[in-house]
């Protein structure tokens, strides 16, 4: 059914319909409502059967997680940021041991300096854990990829995290189509276990694995990412046999056929750049736009064909990596094997800042005739930033710089002391 | 055909294999058919204490439940010891995740088994000291908090014994350890520090919590049936001797567990709801002395120079106790055989 | 696309003002977007929200630069906050005060505005009266609809019943109907003048 709703609404509608079993979560900005509105379906009674816990950290909350998943149950949890960091052990473990929870990342920037606005610093810092990690573009895909996501986790054995930009998607009302419970039981069946821990049937879960073992249990975590480079399309695919519409997938493109600058982007700035590319397209400027849905696993082969005939690559990347480069274009680069492509990285939109259309307009146009920077960080505000490394340069005890670069700018507190 | 002595070092009716005692009072061990839930195999250490109450504790709580029981264990000695890879020596499901997260992870168990429909089936969430005072004691205070349905046990070895013997929350004060070495002006662990999680677990008004030693196998067994009587949340605090760490001989393991307990050092009490419903008044009465000397980390209170005002302090911890938890009945000698005098019920346990 | 910016204190109900609209634009079978200028906010912070409503489906997300309509719930934000940002010539405006236009002080800031799309309502008292509470979001909403006719007053009531319901859907309803006829009637009386 039609609704203009809240992202995080539809997100938990979506999530009450793929029957979880155990529910756990800590509150943090801005995945709160998702958690807020699953509770009270819990307690009404309307989502049942169904245990909510309200866990005393986010770390309790993965590993709430781990033991009823573990215990057969389908399991969901939802954090951002600071949660997603202080979890980090557990969201590892989970994944090692091979179970299939399906957790919400609001992705929200990581401190310090603490704030609470969406960048993909969060989901970034976990590339690494072996989860399954899925970029929704609006809402609508928000709430089908978390439908999908209990299918693909539990096929493979393998945890995924849905990525929706916090705010951004989570606090937006827009249009989306809920699905009703006959199709969601049609796309997902009852939870399959592939290892349970059963009185009947007794084994043990989490050995220690030395020297002799490690590198083969490890390898098996590689070989599932690759499956799921199969299944993720595959399962895109039956769910638009389904619901009736894309979503999902590797790989989102748009007005690439002819393209000869490509951007690559995850997440719901793709919107706002698309309505960019149609502008500069109407101005003559070959331009598209590669929307990246599975961040991991990384579809290098897929992203190789699609900027097959591109000249070059703007990576629009969410998230830092202080003393490295890009993120995101270090994945694209090491797509494009055969020919190296010039692939610019675009720090854009960190902690919350709007990627608005006219700076991306400004930026394309420069990419396009190869007058960036190796390295570009959007609507920098350079003499903001030269002053306080001028300061620093000029004495010792200059104090904490984002307070004093807040006071340059004359946000609150400026002027205290 | 080859047979085994087997010696039996408990004397007297209640002995392991006594078959003339009811049923219902013999030992969980003495049944041909227990579960034996920590099967042998495993690679502890000659003497380890853990090993002997995880077993006792364990099979209890498969008898009390019909053999419907999953459990969780926190990263340590037990866990290690218990799952070298490829093997495994436990009988039950077992499940291991991470250091400090074994209460939640065993909460999430239950409720899983609750969304089931099976709560029937019993979760039991284990750990070392290290585990469950400091690393875990978040999600242990969580999991008390929400009376999650989870009976968790700690074995108390006083230090984290795993990764070769560094002080813990339950590290007793001049106790040596790696990281409380016996050198300076105030060798060993410092005095007040340390957690009471037992009184922190009453503080909680949990529906059940008990403390037992190795050295009372059988009171360690009634307690935790006793706990698998009440739903919701319940801590079973057991004194578990390390022979590596703590410096005493191996087989000394239940005899070092008896003197922390006669002294008062370890009180054994029971409580319900935050309020305590019984303690085990000691038999025969020792000075703190006579444990601290058969224990190397504990050396260094006897040489080169006894320290006196140390063991004084150590000893008012031990008389503390016996206060607070009534520890003395009329029944109480001591070590030559006269009676201690009774000391009033206990005063100041909320 | 028609762009909407409205701007009001933490606590006033703003967000849920854009998203009242967002519905009301829904139910007309329009897409729509809204969202607030997101922050932690405490009350009685200056706060914003924005609104979209298009034919088209709506793909960007940056906040609105340049509304088309700015609705200030709250008066006391004109001269603290700069709320006529991005504003165009052609932009409608509706301002919460009991006071007429002229008499806010707006002048220089509207100059080149068209003074029959800058108008008032005393949403705050229309509210006190049938709410019983100083809350102006739903009968500034009615106003927008008689001043722009981006959506009608049976949208705006139908979104009120969408989230409100009894004693409160009904105050909103009336509250409602009196802005529409006060904008309505405001215009008319620019228009003859």
């Known amino acids: ?203 043990s879960i989490g050995a220690m694995v030395g020297p002799e073992a490690f590198t083969e249990v490890r390898y098996i975590a590689q070989a599932r990412q690759l499956q799921a480079l199969e299944l993720i399309p595959s399962v895109a695919q039956d769910f638009r046999g389904i619901f009736g519409r894309d ?155 984002a307070e004093n670069m807040l006071r340059d700018i004359g946000v609150v507190a400026a002027g205290i002391g | 055909m080859p047979y085994q002595q087997i010696k039996f070092y408990q004397t007297g009716s209640y002995v392991v294999g006594n078959r003339l005692l009811e049923e219902g009072q013999r030992s969980v061990q003495s049944d041909a058919h227990r579960s034996n839930s920590l099967t042998c195999g495993h690679r502890a250490c000659q003497g380890c204490g853990e090993a002997l109450g995880a077993r006792y504790a364990l099979d209890t709580v498969m008898r009390a439940t019909g053999g419907k029981m999953i459990a969780v264990n926190a990263t340590g000695c037990l866990e290690v010891f218990s799952t070298p890879f490829p093997e495994t020596s436990w009988q039950m499901p077992w499940l291991h995740s991470l250091f400090g997260n074994a209460p939640a992870v065993a909460a999430g168990v239950a409720a899983a088994l609750r969304a089931k429909g099976r709560s029937d089936i019993r979760v039991v969430g284990q750990g070392g000291d290290g585990g469950t005072v400091d690393i875990g004691f978040g999600c242990l205070s969580g999991m008390f908090e929400r009376d999650d349905d989870v009976l968790y046990i700690c074995y108390d070895n006083e230090a984290y014994m795993n990764t070769g013997v560094q002080r813990s929350g339950a590290t007793p004060p001049a106790a040596r350890t790696a990281t409380t070495q016996a050198v300076g002006p105030e060798p060993g662990n410092v005095f007040s520090q340390g957690k009471n999680v037992p009184l922190i677990a009453m503080a909680h008004e949990i529906p059940y919590v008990a403390t037992a030693t190795v050295a009372d196998l059988r009171d360690l067994e009634y307690k935790a049936r006793r706990a698998m009587d009440f739903r919701g949340a319940r801590y079973l605090h057991v004194l578990v001797p390390c022979p590596l760490g703590w410096g005493s001989a191996s087989g000394d393991t239940i005899k070092v567990a008896r003197l922390a307990a006669q002294s008062g050092l370890f009180p054994v009490f029971e409580a319900e709801n935050g309020e305590l419903t019984s303690s085990t008044a000691i038999r025969r009465l020792v000075g703190v002395t006579e444990y601290l000397r058969i224990q190397k980390r504990y050396a260094h209170l006897f040489r080169p120079v006894e320290q006196t005002e140390t063991i004084a302090r150590i000893q008012a911890i031990a008389d503390r106790n016996i206060t607070r938890f009534g520890l003395i009945d009329d029944k109480t000698m001591t070590q030559d055989g006269s009676p201690a005098g009774s000391v009033p019920q206990a005063q100041a346990v909320r | 696309m028609f762009q909407v910016r409205l701007h009001g204190r933490g606590g006033q109900g703003v967000v849920t003002s854009a998203e009242l609209l967002s519905v009301a634009a829904f139910s007309e079978g329009k897409h729509a977007q809204a969202f607030p200028s997101f922050g932690s906010e405490r009350m009685g912070a200056p706060v914003m929200a924005f609104c979209r409503i298009s034919d088209q489906p709506i793909r960007t997300r940056e906040p609105v630069v340049s509304p088309d309509a700015l609705l200030i719930q709250d008066s006391t934000l004109l001269h603290q906050v700069d709320v006529f940002a991005g504003l165009q010539p052609e932009s409608f405006m509706l301002i919460n005060t009991p006071r007429g236009f002229e008499d806010l002080g707006l002048d220089e800031y509207v100059a080149r505005m068209h003074r029959d799309r800058l108008l008032v309502v005393p949403a705050t008292q229309m509210a006190q009266v049938h709410l019983g509470r100083p809350l102006p979001g739903v009968p500034l909403l009615a106003g927008f609809a008689a001043l722009t006719g981006q959506v009608s007053l049976d949208s705006v009531i139908t979104a009120i019943g969408d989230r409100f319901s009894g004693k409160i859907a009904a105050g909103n309803t009336a509250a409602a109907r009196e802005a529409f006829e006060f904008v309505q009637a405001e215009r008319k009386a620019l228009a003859d003048a």
């Open chain 1, 1 to 203: 059914m039609l609704k203009q709703i809240e992202g995080s609404q539809a997100v938990a509608q979506a999530i009450g319909l793929c029957r979880p079993e155990v529910i756990c979560a800590y509150p943090i900005t801005p995945q709160t409502h998702i958690v807020e509105a699953l509770s009270a379906a819990v307690k009404t009674g309307s989502l049942k059967p169904c245990e909510f816990l309200n866990v005393e950290s986010e770390f309790a909350a993965m590993s709430v997680a781990i033991g009823a998943s573990a215990a057969g149950a389908r399991v969901y949890t939802a954090t951002a940021s600071q949660g997603l960091l202080y979890m980090s052990e557990a969201v590892w473990n989970a994944a090692g041991l091979g179970l299939p929870i399906v957790m919400t990342v609001a992705n929200r920037a990581i401190g310090a300096p603490i704030n609470i606005w969406n960048d993909h610093s969060d989901s970034m810092s976990q590339r690494d854990a072996g989860w399954i990690q899925l970029h929704a573009e609006t809402s609508q895909e928000a709430l089908d990829l978390h439908i999908q996501a209990f299918r693909i986790a539990e096929e493979l054995s393998v945890p995924v995290m849905v990525c929706m930009d916090g705010f951004i998607l989570t606090h937006a009302c827009e249009r989306a189509d809920i699905p009703d419970q006959q199709q969601v039981d049609q796309f997902l069946p009852p939870y399959l276990p592939r290892q349970v821990l059963d009185p009947a049937d007794p084994v």
């Open chain 1, 247 to 401: 979503s999902g997938g590797l790989l989102r493109p748009y007005r690439l056929e002819d393209a000869e600058t490509v951007v690559v982007a995850l997440g719901s700035v793709q919107g706002t750049i698309k309505d960019v590319v149609d502008e500069l397209r109407g101005e003559g400027l070959r331009i598209g736009v590669l929307g990246v849905i599975s961040f991991r696993p990384f579809p290098f082969q897929a992203v190789r064909a699609a900027l097959a005939g591109a000249t070059r690559v703007v990576a629009i990347e969410r998230a830092l990596a202080p003393g490295s480069s890009g993120i995101v274009t270090s994945d694209i680069r090491a797509a494009l094997t055969e020919r190296a492509l010039p692939t610019y990285p675009v720090i854009a939109g960190l902690g919350g800042r709007a990627v608005t259309a006219a700076s991306l307009r400004t930026m394309l146009i420069d990419a396009h005739a190869d007058a960036l920077e190796p390295l570009t960080f959007l609507d920098l505000n350079r003499s903001l930033a030269e002053r306080e490394l001028a300061r620093t340069r000029a004495a010792r005890r200059t104090g904490p710089a």
